[in-house]
Nanobody
Framework: QVQLVESGGGLVQAGGSLRLSCAAS????????MGWFRQAPGKEREFVSA????????YYADSVKDRFTTSRDNAKNTVYLQMNSLKPEDTAVYYC????????????????WGQGTQVTVSS
């Protein structure tokens, strides 16, 4: 059982930055990675990034690769998504999720999800 709670969302102007946090509890030590997804109204849930617990290896969607950075603090059981140079099209509810699948990029490959945190980027 894994419990995830996102925080750090809010309203920011285009070009600004936000850092999202995802606090994990439960049986995280045996999980492979934590991912970030986002979902805008009326759209499918979209992969953003992921990071492995063990080695801190990251991988990103092309749309955010040059602007977003994922990191983790294993001692705190927390992962982060640093979002820089934000654009209006980044507006979405952002979710963190847990997976045991290496290099998972599909929502169906993640089995535990947080409640989401709203990120709104104004022009």
């Amino acid at each position: 059982q894994v419990q995830l709670v996102e925080s750090g969302g809010g309203l920011v102007q285009a070009g600004g930055s936000l850092r999202l946090s995802c606090a994990a509890s439960g049986r995280t030590f045996s999980r492979y990675a934590m991912g970030w997804f986002r979902q805008a109204p009326g759209k499918e849930r979209e992969f953003v990034s992921a990071i492995t617990w063990s080695g801190g290896r990251t991988y990103y969607a092309d749309s955010v690769k040059d602007r977003f950075t994922t990191s983790r603090d294993n001692a705190k059981n927390t992962v982060y998504l640093q979002m820089n140079s934000l654009k209006p099209e980044d507006t979405a509810v952002y979710y963190c999720a847990s997976t045991s699948v290496p290099f998972a990029r599909l929502a169906r490959e993640y089995d535990y999800w947080g409640q989401g945190t709203q990120v709104t980027v104004s022009s």
